[in-house]
């Protein structure tokens, strides 16, 4: 699988769309908010309060665009 900049893909519920290398917008199927998200950060409220509980903590979003990315590279 090939996965292109600026294509929309389904993870789950969730639909990931990378701008850039680094950088997707992620958009909830049921909802319509966009986050901006990476691998690492994401600007959604659960993430920015479970963070700082617990520096690990992967959202959603994040998880989606992890497994996006691991499609990417191979
Ligand atoms: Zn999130």
């Known amino acids: 699988m090939t996965v292109k900049i ?3 893909y389904y993870v789950g ?3 990931v769309y990378f701008l ?3 950088e997707a917008v992620v958009t909830d199927y049921d909802c319509r ?3 901006r998200a990476t691998d690492s ?3 959604c409220c659960t993430f920015r309060f479970r963070s700082r509980m ?4 992967i959202c959603r979003h ?5 497994y996006m990315k691991s ?3 191979g």
């Open 33 to 35: 908010y966009e986050l």
């Open 6 to 8: 600026g294509e929309p």
């Open 20 to 22: 850039n290398e680094n």
């Open 41 to 43: 950060t994401c600007e």
């Open 54 to 57: 617990n520096p690990g903590f």
């Open 62 to 66: 994040i998880d989606a665009v992890r």
């Open 71 to 73: 499609k990417m590279t």
């Open 13 to 15: 519920d969730l639909v």
